[in-house]
């Protein structure tokens, strides 16, 4: 009778352990989704403030028009989109600090 019990006890207290984590993972869901989009938020807010990257493609395009691969009024149409993308970087950046 002692062991019957014992196995008993075992089950129930497994069914709770599972129904536990079961709970846990339901109820923490809207927890890990405000997680996720608050992380994914903060790393597209440092992609878009990276002026790195501009001046990266800066460097490029310049490249790219003394080799000849794009003629003049390319560059200057390129590289006029390209400052005004720093410019707007920098100027955020100032704003955020």
């Not at 129904?19 to 994914?40: D, M, N, Q, R, Y």
């Not at 807010?45 to 001046?55: A, I, P, S, T, W």
């Amino acid at each position: 009778m002692r062991e019957l019990r014992r196995e008993g006890e075992t089950k129930l207290s497994l069914t709770r352990v599972l129904s536990g984590l079961l709970t846990l993972g339901i109820s923490e869901v809207p927890s890990l989704v405000h997680w996720t989009a608050s992380k994914l938020t903060e790393e597209g807010e440092k992609e878009h403030l990276d002026d790195g990257r501009v001046l990266a493609e800066l460097m490029e395009l310049q490249q790219r028009y003394d080799v000849g691969e794009i003629k003049e009024e390319e560059y200057d149409r390129q590289e006029k989109a390209l400052l005004e993308r720093l410019s707007t970087i920098r100027e955020a950046k100032k704003q955020t600090q």
